[in-house]
C-alpha cells in the first residue's frame, strides 16, 4: 500500500497518466488513413482556405451542385485549431495532414490532466489517480480524441474539464485569506464555456453541465447545512450567463451553433420551443438566459429563505426534492416540445443513423468495458457522514449525461467524463467500505486486488479495443477517387452513397450531392425510383457504385423508407476452390462449376436452386453465363473472380439501378463505365447535354457537350452567400460561351444550362 501511496502522488500520478493518456490515442498513427469520414471534409476545407490565404465560406467542392455554406456548419475555430497547430511544427518539419491527425490528441490528453487536477481538489490524490486513469484508457473517450479522428465534442469536453477545475479552485480554496477572492475562479468557467461555441456546433451540453453543478451545489450546500455554498451556486450560474452572451457575441465572428443565426433547424427549433431570437441569435442561449438562468436563480434564492428557517436534514432534502419537481415541470409546461428532445424534435426520427439510436449494452460495454459496473459503486459516497459538496457538484454532470448516454449512442464520447468520475471514486468508495469489514491480510490482498487488477483489465480491455480500430477507407478508394480528380472537369458533380461523399471531396476534389447525413433521393437512385430528368436537374456527371454500397443495401431501402419485401441481397465470400468455386455466409451456399455451360446450384439450408440468371466477372470483364438448371427460383448471382466474393439477389433487387450497375454489363445507354477495379468500385460517366469549365486569366469558357441546351443561367455569390450577379445568356446551337470574368461579379459562380424550361445540368465553381 505504501508503494501505491507513491504511485497516487500527484507529482508521479499526472506524468503518468498524461503518458498512458497519449499512447493510447497514439496508437492509430500506425495507419497512413484517417478514421471515419467527417474528418476528410474537415481536412479538405482546411487545405482549401490554406491554399486560398483565407477561411473560405463558400466551399464549392461539397453540396453539389450548390457548394456549402460552411457559416451554417461549424464555427470557424473547428478548422482554425488544426491550421494553427501546423504553423507551430511546421518548423519542425511536420506536415499540415499530420499536424491534423495529432491534433486530437493534444486536446484529448489536456481534458485527462484538467480532469486530474479538478477531481484532485474535489477529492484526494486517490479519487483523481484512477478517474483520470479510466479516462485515458476507456475506449469511450479515446475513440473521438486519438489520432486519425478529429471531431468537435473533444474541444467541448477539452472546455468543460477547464471550466469544472475552475470550480473546483473555487470550491477548495476555503481559508479567511481566499473568502472573496476565489469567486473569481467562476471567471473559469465563464470563459470556457463561452469559448466552446466557436469549436463545435453542438456544444450545448457544456452550458447543461456547469447549470446541473451550479443547481446540486445548492442542493448539497442546503442539505449539508452549508448554506454559504449557496453563494457560490448563484455565482456560478451567473457565470454560464456570462458565458452564454459571450457565445452570442463570438458567434457574430465565429459563426453561430447548430441552433443559431439563420440555420433551417435553428428556425424548425425556434418554431418548436414558441421562441423569437432578438439580439440572442441562438435558440439554446435565448433559452438559457430568459428561462433556465432565472428559475435556477429563483430556486437558489428559495433555498437561501428556508434555510433561515429549515434546519432538520430530513426536511430540506424533502424541500430539495419538491423543487427539482417543480422545476421540472415549470419547464415543460413552457416548452412541451421538449418531449421531442432526444429526437432532435422529430428531425432524427426517421433516420437510420447509429449516432442517434439509443445505447444498448454492448455500446456501453464497447465504450466503458467493466467500468460500467463501477459506475453505481458512486452511490456510496451518499453514506451519512461521507457525503460532501462535490458529489453533488459531480451529480449535476452525471445525471444529463446518463440522460444523454440513454437516448443516443452519439453521446458515449461526452458521457465518458462521468463514467470515469464514478468508476473512479466508486472504486475508492468500495476499497474503503471493503477493508474494516475483513481481518487485516485478507483486507490487504482485496484491497491491492481492487486498485491494480481492475485498472489493468480496463486498460487491457480498452486497448484492445483502441487497438483493433481500422480506417474504413483504403487504398482502392482512394486509387479510383483520384482517378476521377485527374480525368473530370472541376465542376462535375458526383453521385454516391452518403457515406462516401466527404472522401470525394477530400480525394477528388469534387463536389458529391449529398454527404455526412442521409439522402433519401439518394437512396431511391441507387433503387431505381429516378428518372434521367431529376439527375440533370441536380447536374450528377458520374455516380459511384461499389462493394461498400452493395453491404449497405438494408440501409439503403431503410432510407427510401421503402418495404424490404421482395429484396434480398447477400454477399458471400469465396471458402474453397476445390472441385468448385463455393462462397458461402451462414446458411447460404453457392456451388459453381464452371465450363461452356456452368452449373450454379443456390442451397439455402431448405431448399437447392439455380438462380434465373448469372454473372461472372473477371480480370476486365463480365459475362453472362448459359447456366445448365431446369430447377430455377426467384434468384440471381453475380460471381466476381478478381476480388473472391458472390452476390445473391432476388429480381427486385437484380432491376435496381445499384445492382446493374454493379453486378452486370446490361445497363442504360446513358451511361458510361469510366473505371473499374474489377469489382471494387466503378465510376459511371451520366451521360448528358454536360457543361465543362475552364478559366484563363480574363475568361471563363463554358465548354458544352451533347450541346442541346438553350440557355446558361450564370450566378455570382460573394463569400458570405450575397447573390450579386444574375444574367441569362442565350446558347442555343453554341458548343462553346465565352464569358469575360470582368463582367461577373462574385467569387463563386453557380450555373444553370437548360433546354427550354428544363434544367439539364448544374454545377457550382470558384472564379480563379
Known sequence: MKKLDKVFEPKVALPLVTLIAAVFRLIPLRYKYLFGYDPYFHLAYIEESLKAGYWLNFLTIAG????????????LGLWMVPADVYKI????????????????????VLTIIFFYLAMLNFYGKREAFFSALFLSVMFGHVFRSMANYYRGDNYMLFWYSVALFGVSLALKKTRRAWRYKRFAFYLIPAFASGLAAIFWQAYYPIFIFLLGNAVLLAFGAFILEKDKYLVDSAVLTLSTAFGAFLANYLGEYFGYGMLGGNRWLAKKTAEKLGIE????????????????VPLALAGIFALFLLSRIVNEKKQRALIVLILSILGVFVLFMRFDALKELSSGFGIFREAPILETQPSTFSDLWAAYNILVFLCPLFVLRFVPKKVKLSDFVLLGVIAPSLYMLYTWTRFLFIGSFAVAAMAGVGLICLHDFLKPKLESKKALALSVSLLVVVPIISA????????????????????????????SNENDVVLAWWDYGHWVTYYARRSPIVQGGPSRWVALYYLGKVNNNQLMARGVDYVIVSYDTALKFGAILDTANISR?????????????????????????????????WSILINTGTAVFSP??????????ITRLNITAKNTADAYVYLNLNYGYAVLMSEKTFNTTLARLMFTDEYSKDYQLVYSDGGYI???????????VEQTEKEIIFKFENATGTGLGVFGYLENGTLVFKRWYPVKGKNEFILPKDQVNGTVIRYAYAEGKKIVDRGVFRKR
Do not use: C
Request: charged share 20%; hydrophobic share 45%.
Open 64 to 75: 453539389g451542385p450548390w457548394g456549402v455554406q460552411v457559416k451554417n456548419f461549424h464555427p
Open 89 to 108: 511544427l511546421k518548423i519542425f518539419g511536420v506536415s499540415l495532414y499530420d499536424a491534423f491527425r495529432i491534433t486530437p490528441v493534444i486536446f484529448g
Open 277 to 292: 431570437l432578438g439580439a440572442i441569435k441562438d435558440v439554446y442561449l435565448a433559452v438559457h438566459l430568459k428561462y433556465l
Open 460 to 487: 487491457g480491455l480498452g486497448f484492445e479495443r483502441v487497438y483493433a480500430e481500422r480506417p474504413i477507407i483504403n487504398d482502392r478508394w482512394v486509387q479510383a477517387l483520384t482517378w476521377l480528380k485527374d480525368n
Open 565 to 597: 419485401e421482395g429484396y434480398f441481397l447477400m454477399i458471400l465470400p469465396l471458402v474453397s476452390k476445390v472441385g468448385a468455386l463455393i462462397f458461402q455466409q451462414g446458411q447460404y451456399t453457392i456451388t459453381a462449376r464452371p465450363g461452356k455451360e
Open 612 to 621: 434465373k440468371e448469372a454473372f461472372v466477372e473477371y480480370k476486365n470483364s
Open 682 to 692: 466503378k465510376i459511371f460517366k451520366f451521360k448528358h447535354p454536360n457543361v465543362a
